[in-house]
């Protein structure tokens, strides 16, 4: 199932903070998240495992809520260049292997001067 | 590091006809991924190879679309015969084991008219 993100899109100014969040109905064992800038490739921002630390640098960083199923990811002090659409990309528990990652429809980031 | 090459760029084509993307992954890399993206949405995993083994492709439409990796190295995804719904980016990625960390190609943008 795909997971939902929210909000759908999001305007800041330059030095604003942002949360985007990613929910899913069942059990998850990772979130990806990644960012694609218009007209370009997805890249790789972070992965959190189920049962794992909170990840990520001093501005952006996420979190993981096994028991909600949900992770959200922190944009501190937005710059310009973190314009762009945020996916979220969840693995579901499966004791057989690994499950195929599905990503949620996206969240536009726009940061203004 | 040489990242994941993709080709062709671009690809107009008629529906009914055949049309075919090839994808090099970066060098060492066991998973490789074949995504859908339409306009506006996040990607959709059409097919993953673990090594030259299909570990997923039940979001492969089977009766048009075709793809394979050969030596477990580069993958060719064919389309035949294209429909309309086909227009889309087909982004190729590659990542060192399943559900790690993955880096896409530029992708290939098709319009079927």
């Known amino acids: ?113 | 590091e040489a990242g994941v090459a993709q080709s062709p760029r671009y690809k107009i084509i008629e529906k009914r006809q055949s049309v075919a993307f090839w994808c090099n992954p970066i060098s060492g890399h066991a998973t490789l991924y074949w995504y859908q993206q339409i306009l506006g949405q996040g990607p959709k995993l059409l097919i993953q190879f673990q090594n030259n083994g299909v570990v997923d492709d039940s979001q492969l439409p089977k009766d048009r679309f075709s793809a394979e990796r050969l030596k477990g190295v580069d993958s060719t995804l064919k389309i035949q015969p294209a429909k309309l719904e086909d227009s889309a980016v087909y982004l190729c990625a590659s990542s060192p084991w399943m559900n790690t960390e993955a880096f896409f190609g530029q992708g290939t943008r098709l319009t079927v008219v």
Not at chain 1, 24 to 44: C, D, I, M, N, T
Not at chain 1, 91 to 104: A, D, P, T
């Open chain 1, 1 to 113: 199932q795909q997971p939902v993100q929210s909000p759908q899109a999001v305007i800041l100014r330059e030095g604003e903070d942002a949360v985007i969040n990613c929910s899913s109905s069942k059990a998850l064992y990772s979130v990806h998240w990644y960012r694609q800038k218009h007209g370009e490739a997805p890249v790789f921002l972070m992965i959190l495992l189920k049962g794992g630390e909170q990840k990520g640098h001093e501005k952006i960083s996420a979190s993981f809520n096994e028991k909600k199923q949900q992770s959200s990811l922190y944009l501190t002090a937005s710059q310009l260049s973190y314009s762009g659409t945020y996916f979220c990309g969840t693995e579901g528990e499966n004791q057989g292997g690994s499950e195929k990652l599905v990503f949620g429809k996206g969240t536009k980031l726009t940061v203004n001067p």
